[in-house]
C-alpha cells in the first residue's frame, strides 16, 4: 500500500494525486509512516498548491535547542494522515530563543506571512538543562536552571502574544532522563530532583495562554516511547528520539486539524463486537458480552470511556447490521449495558450499506459526514465507508477489545482548545431536535410550525465569557459561514478590543428549549460604511428564519446610525455553497462575483421586512446616555 | 549482511533517495538530493535491517555511502 505512495513519487504524481494520499496513509500501521513521511517530504508543497488550491495548508516554523530534522517527515505525515498540507520550515540549530525574543526574527516575519493557521513549534528537550550543569551539581541546581528556564520560556510566551496575532505556539514537557536522576547518588537529593522536574512541568502546562499549547510528552513515554538515543543525542545532537518526535508530530497534527476547522462532532459505533461482544442476532441479548466475564469487562471499559466523551458535548450514534427490535430492547433493558437510547442522538439498526446510514444520519443531524468518526471492527464496513465517504475518519477496531479504547483516543478526534457551555449541553440539544423534528412532522406547512416554535432571538455584542465559544463557532462551523476565516480566541480578543470592530452574538430559544449561543456577527465600521467581516450560524438553527431577523437587524442598525452603505462579502468553500446568495436574496446588489469569491453591497433604502414569527431583540453595544439597553428591532408579539 | 544492491534499494525505498549503485561512491554532498539529516534515518534503518550495531561517530564521518556501506557490512 506504502509503494502505491512510492510509485506516485518516482512517476512524479505525487503532487497531482495528493487527494488519494489520506486514504492511502489509513491503512498504514504507525510503524511505515516514517517511511512515508519520508516520501512525502520530497514534494514541494507549492507543487501540491498549485494543482489543489483548496487543499489546507498550515506554516510550521520549528525551533528549539536539538537537533530537529526528524521532524519534517513526521509532520508531514501525520498532516496528510488529515488530509492537511504542512509547509515546514526548520530553523538553525539551537535558535529558540532568539527566534522567540526578536519580534524581527524570521520565526515572525514567515508566522506573519502564513496565508492559513500558522504554529510556532518550540521543541524543547533536557539537554537545556543538562548542558548547564557542571559538576559537582545537586538536586539544587537543577532547580536552580529549570527556574530559570522555565521563566524564560514564560518570557517568551508574552513576546509570542504580544507580537503575532491567530498564530500558536507549541511547547513541550521535558522528559526526565534516568541518566540525569541516576547522577544523584544520594536517594533523598535524586527525589528533590524528581519533584524539582515535575514542578517545572507543571509550571510549563499550567501556562494558560489562549495562543500556547503544551504538549505534554508524559504520556507518550507512558505508553513506551522512549525519550532518547544516547548516541544520537550525543553524536547528532538529537537530544530526542525519532519515535518520540513522531509522536509529538501526530499531536501537532490534532492541533492543526482544530485549527482548519476539521474537528470531529460525532462518534458513529457499530454494536456487535464495537460496544459489546458477540452477534446480537445470533446469541439474543442475554447471549451478548457486556459487562461480566473477561470480554464483557472490555468491552464495558469501552462503553465508559465512550460515556466519557458524550458528557463533553461529543454526539453518539449507533448504526448496526442489526433488526431494529433487538436493539432497541437491548439498549432500554439490558441490565449490563451503560450506553442507553437517551445516550445516543440516533440508533440506525437495518440491513442497508453503513455509508448510506452515515449519509442519512449526517442529513438528520444537520451535520457534514465530515465531522463524524465511525468505529467499526469489520475490515469490510471501514473498507467500504473509507471509500464511499473519504471525509469520515474510521477508527477500525480490532478482535480483542482490550485495545478498543487505546484505538478510539489515538487521534484526539474530539479535542477543542476550550470546553464550552455549548459543549456540554450538545447532546441535550440534539435530542431537543428530535422532538422539534417530531413536531415539525405533526403540521401541514413549514410556516405554520415556524409560527408554533416561538423562536426567540437576541443579538449582542460578546461577553468575555463567551470569547471562547465565538472562536470556537468560526472553527467549527463550515455551512453557513460566510467567508470561512477562522479566528482563534486570542484573535476575537482583539477584534472586541478594535474600537472599529463589532463582535456579536446571536442566541437564540424556542419552546423546546434555549438554543444557546448559536452563530456569530463580525462587523467593522469604515467611516460611512459598514463592512459585514462574517456572518455566522450554528448547523443547529439554519433555515428557521434566524439568520433573515439579525442580517436585517444589522441593516437597520446600519441605517439608524449613518452608515451609506453596507459591505459584504461571501468566499466560496467546499462546504458553503448553500450560503452563496444569502446576501442577495436579502436585498443586496453583487458588486463583483467570481468562482471563489464575491463581494456585495446594499444601499439602505430599502431595508428587509422583519421576519413575523421570530421575537428578536439586538444590542449593538452603542452607549446612550441611558446606558446600554437593547433596542426591540422585530415585532414584539406573542405567540397566537 | 546485505548486499549492495540490497543498500541500494534502502536508500530508494526507504530514504526515496533516487540513487543508483553508480552514486555510492560520489562525496555525499555530490548525491542528488542528499541532507546530512539523512544519515540519522539511515543509521536507524541499517540497524534494523543489519540486526548490528553502527559506529555512530564513525558513519556521521563517512566521506560516501560506499563508506556507510563498508561500516554496516564490516565484520
Given at each position: 500500500m506504502s509503494d502505491t505512495l512510492a510509485e506516485l513519487h518516482r512517476a512524479g504524481r505525487l503532487a497531482a494525486e495528493y487527494p488519494s494520499v489520506r486514504g492511502l496513509l489509513a491503512e498504514l500501521p504507525d510503524d511505515a509512516l516514517p517511511r512515508a513521511g519520508r516520501f512525502l517530504a520530497r514534494l514541494d508543497p507549492a507543487e501540491v498548491l498549485a494543482a489543489h488550491p483548496a487543499t489546507p495548508s498550515t506554516t510550521l516554523y520549528v525551533t528549539g535547542h536539538g537537533t530537529l530534522a526528524a521532524l519534517t517527515p513526521a509532520l508531514t505525515a501525520e498532516f496528510a494522515r488529515h488530509g492537511l498540507l504542512a509547509q515546514v520550515r526548520l530553523s538553525d540549530f539551537d535558535g529558540w530563543v532568539t527566534d522567540l525574543a526578536d519580534p524581527g526574527?524570521?520565526?515572525?516575519?514567515?508566522?506573519?506571512?502564513?496565508?492559513?493557521?500558522?504554529?510556532?513549534?518550540?521543541?524543547?528537550?533536557?539537554?537545556?538543562?543538562?548542558?548547564?550543569?557542571?559538576?559537582?551539581?545537586?538536586?539544587?541546581?537543577?532547580?536552580?536552571?529549570?527556574?530559570?528556564?522555565?521563566?524564560?520560556?514564560?518570557?517568551?510566551?508574552?513576546?509570542?502574544?504580544?507580537?503575532?496575532?491567530?498564530?500558536?505556539?507549541?511547547?513541550?514537557?521535558?522528559?526526565?532522563?534516568?541518566?540525569l536522576t541516576g547522577q544523584l547518588v544520594e536517594l533523598r537529593d535524586r527525589a528533590r530532583l524528581g519533584a524539582a522536574w515535575r514542578e517545572a512541568n507543571a509550571r510549563l502546562l499550567r501556562l494558560d495562554r489562549p495562543e500556547v499549547v503544551v504538549v505534554d510528552l508524559d504520556p507518550l513515554l507512558a505508553d513506551g516511547i522512549r525519550a532518547r538515543d544516547p548516541r544520537q543525542s550525543v553524536y547528532a545532537k538529537a537530544h530526542l528520539s525519532g519515535e518520540l518526535l513522531a509522536g509529538y508530530a501526530?499531536?501537532?497534527?490534532?492541533?492543526?486539524?482544530?485549527?482548519?476547522?476539521?474537528?470531529?462532532?460525532?462518534?458513529?459505533?457499530?454494536?456487535?463486537?464495537?460496544?459489546?461482544?458477540?452477534?446480537?442476532?445470533?446469541?439474543?441479548?442475554?447471549?451478548?458480552?457486556?459487562?461480566?466475564?473477561?470480554?464483557?469487562?472490555?468491552?464495558?471499559?469501552?462503553?465508559?470511556?465512550?460515556?466519557?466523551?458524550?458528557?463533553?458535548g461529543v454526539l453518539l450514534a449507533a448504526v448496526s447490521k442489526n433488526d431494529q427490535e433487538p436493539v432497541a430492547r437491548t439498549l432500554r433493558e439490558h441490565p449490563g449495558m451503560l450506553l442507553r437510547e437517551e445516550d445516543f442522538a440516533q440508533v440506525r439498526a437495518n440491513w442497508r450499506p453503513k455509508h448510506e446510514n452515515l449519509a442519512e444520519l449526517a442529513r438528520d443531524l444537520n451535520l457534514g459526514v465530515d465531522s463524524f468518526v465511525f468505529a467499526d471492527d469489520s475490515p469490510f464496513e471501514c473498507g467500504l465507508v473509507r471509500r464511499e465517504l473519504p471525509g469520515v475518519a474510521v477508527v477500525q477496531v480490532s478482535g480483542e477489545p482490550a485495545l478498543h479504547v487505546e484505538a478510539l483516543l489515538r487521534d484526539g478526534w474530539f479535542d477543542v482548545p476550550r470546553l464550552t457551555a455549548e459543549d456540554l449541553a450538545r447532546p441535550a440539544r440534539y435530542r431537543e431536535e428530535h422532538?422539534?423534528?417530531?413536531?415539525?412532522?405533526?403540521?401541514?406547512?413549514?410556516?405554520?410550525?415556524?409560527?408554533e416554535l416561538d423562536i426567540e432571538v437576541r443579538v449582542a455584542p460578546a461577553e468575555p465569557a463567551q470569547l471562547a465559544r465565538v472562536s470556537q463557532i468560526t472553527l467549527r462551523t463550515n455551512q453557513f459561514n460566510l467567508t470561512t476565516r477562522r479566528l482563534p480566541p486570542a484573535e476575537v480578543r482583539a477584534l472586541t478590543e478594535d474600537p472599529d470592530a463589532?463582535?456579536?452574538?446571536?442566541?437564540?430559544?424556542?419552546?423546546?428549549?434555549?438554543?444557546?449561543?448559536?452563530?456569530?456577527?463580525?462587523?467593522?465600521?469604515?467611516?460611512?460604511?459598514?463592512?459585514?467581516?462574517?456572518?455566522?450560524?450554528?448547523?443547529?438553527?439554519?433555515?428557521?428564519?434566524?439568520e433573515q431577523a439579525v442580517l436585517g437587524a444589522v441593516l437597520a442598525h446600519a441605517r439608524g446610525s449613518g452608515v451609506r452603505e453596507v459591505r459584504a462579502g461571501y468566499r466560496r468553500t467546499a462546504k458553503n455553497g448553500k450560503v452563496a446568495d444569502f446576501y442577495p436574496r436579502a436585498?443586496?446588489?453583487?458588486?463583483?462575483?467570481?468562482?471563489?469569491?464575491?463581494?456585495?453591497?446594499?444601499?439602505?433604502?430599502?431595508?428587509?421586512?422583519?421576519?413575523?414569527?421570530?421575537?428578536?431583540?439586538?444590542?449593538?453595544?452603542?452607549?446612550?446616555?441611558?446606558?446600554?439597553?437593547?433596542?426591540a428591532v422585530g415585532p414584539e408579539q406573542d405567540t397566537p | 549482511m546485505i548486499s549492495v544492491d540490497e543498500f541500494v534499494s534502502l536508500l530508494r525505498d526507504e530514504l526515496a533517495l533516487p540513487v543508483t549503485a553508480e552514486d555510492l561512491g560520489r562525496a555525499l554532498d555530490a548525491v542528488d538530493s542528499w541532507d546530512s539529516v539523512h544519515l540519522l534515518a539511515l543509521c536507524t534503518i541499517l540497524e534494523r535491517e543489519t540486526g548490528r550495531t553502527l559506529p555512530f561517530a564513525e558513519v556521521l564521518e563517512a566521506p560516501s555511502l560506499a563508506a556507510v556501506y563498508r561500516l554496516a557490512t564490516a565484520s
Open positions: 526574527s524570521t520565526l515572525y516575519a514567515t508566522l506573519a506571512a502564513a496565508a492559513g493557521p500558522a504554529f510556532a513549534l518550540c521543541v524543547l528537550d533536557p539537554a537545556i538543562v543538562i548542558g548547564e550543569l557542571k559538576p559537582p551539581w545537586r538536586a539544587e541546581d537543577v532547580h536552580r536552571v529549570l527556574t530559570e528556564k522555565v521563566a524564560l520560556v514564560e518570557r517568551l510566551a508574552e513576546v509570542f502574544a504580544r507580537t503575532t496575532r491567530g498564530a500558536t505556539l507549541v511547547l513541550n514537557t521535558l522528559p526526565l532522563p534516568r541518566e501526530r499531536e501537532v497534527g490534532h492541533l492543526a486539524r482544530q485549527a482548519a476547522g476539521l474537528a470531529k462532532k460525532c462518534l458513529v459505533l457499530d454494536l456487535d463486537e464495537t460496544l459489546w461482544g458477540g452477534v446480537l442476532g445470533e446469541v439474543g441479548p442475554e447471549g451478548i458480552e457486556v459487562a461480566e466475564g473477561y470480554r464483557g469487562e472490555a468491552f464495558h471499559r469501552f462503553q465508559r470511556v465512550v460515556k466519557q466523551l458524550g458528557s463533553q422532538a422539534r423534528q417530531s413536531f415539525l412532522e405533526s403540521f401541514d406547512s413549514l410556516e405554520a410550525y415556524l409560527r463589532r463582535v456579536l452574538t446571536i442566541a437564540s430559544a424556542d419552546r423546546f428549549g434555549d438554543n444557546g449561543l448559536v452563530g456569530a456577527v463580525l462587523l467593522r465600521r469604515d467611516g460611512d460604511v459598514l463592512r459585514v467581516e462574517n456572518f455566522l450560524l450554528s448547523c443547529r438553527v439554519f433555515a428557521r428564519g434566524i436585498g443586496f446588489e453583487t458588486v463583483s462575483a467570481g468562482p471563489a469569491e464575491a463581494e456585495f453591497r446594499h444601499d439602505l433604502a430599502r431595508t428587509p421586512d422583519a421576519v413575523p414569527h421570530i421575537r428578536l431583540s439586538a444590542d449593538f453595544g452603542e452607549q446612550s446616555p441611558a446606558g446600554r439597553r437593547p433596542a | -
